[in-house]
């Protein structure tokens, strides 16, 4: 099992440009994540995604879109990047009625 | 509203000495709590969490936590630091066991001293 994967692991944008972030899990997970990670605010949910077919926003959802493929997978959009879009983005997955988040490496976005 | 309070930033300690990670924590209903790690460059990795029964849970690599619910607490705990225990820890609230979403703190980082 490869877990959760993420692409691509870096990414340089201008401001303006659009791009989406991938999310893969082959646990088949039902509920899938996605944060941001800055320094001194820990991790802040995005959107999330209950069940194939469901997405609903966190706690930072402006400027973001997202996508839940099927059950593997969960992108992330970005359709118009702002330097404050500077992050490193992770993508979880969980088992319903279970606690345990599964995370994958991370995506490491800047916006210039 | 779930949120969790981690403080310290910044927490050194000297190889065998005791490691304390405190989190206090606010909840409108019973939490689920968490400890999670996260080693450089890398994802997020479960430690240990707090869901219902005893109120001392252990977790992997000699952590452990306790949940105080009169203190609004749930602070990490080693007995003894290992130079591999240099990290950034997490603590993350959860709405009992209805809700999705996950509040996590912003974090402790670690420096183990040889």
């Known amino acids: 099992n490869a877990g959760v994967t993420q692409t691509p692991k870096f990414q340089v944008l201008k401001t303006g440009q659009s791009m989406t972030l991938q999310c893969a899990q082959d646990?088949?997970?039902?509920?899938m994540y996605w944060y941001r990670q800055d320094p001194g605010m820990g991790l802040r949910l995005i959107y999330y995604s209950a069940s194939e077919g469901t997405t609903d926003k966190g706690e930072v959802p402006n400027g973001y879109n997202v996508s839940r493929l099927n059950k593997r997978e969960f992108s992330l959009r970005l359709e118009s990047a702002a330097p404050s879009q500077t992050s490193v983005y992770f993508c979880?997955?969980?088992?319903?009625?279970?606690?345990?988040?599964?995370f994958g490496p991370g995506t490491r976005l800047t916006v210039l | 509203a779930q949120s969790v309070t981690q403080l310290g930033s910044h927490v050194s300690v000297s190889e065998g000495a005791l490691v304390l990670l405190r989190c206090n924590y606010s909840?409108?209903?019973?939490?689920?709590l968490f400890w999670y790690v996260q080693y450089p460059n890398q994802g997020l990795q479960l430690l240990l969490k707090y869901t219902t029964g005893a109120t001392l849970v252990k977790g992997i690599n000699g952590f452990e936590a306790e949940f105080k619910k009169s203190e609004t607490s749930f602070h990490l705990t080693k007995p003894s630091a290992h130079m591999s225990d240099a990290a950034e820890y997490f603590c993350a609230v959860r709405r009992g066991n209805t809700g999705n979403q996950f509040y996590f703190g912003t974090g402790t980082s670690l420096t183990v001293i040889p």
């Open positions: 909840s409108s209903v019973p939490p689920y």
């Open positions: 646990m088949n997970h039902n509920s």
């Open positions: 979880a997955s969980r088992v319903s009625g279970t606690d345990t988040q599964y």
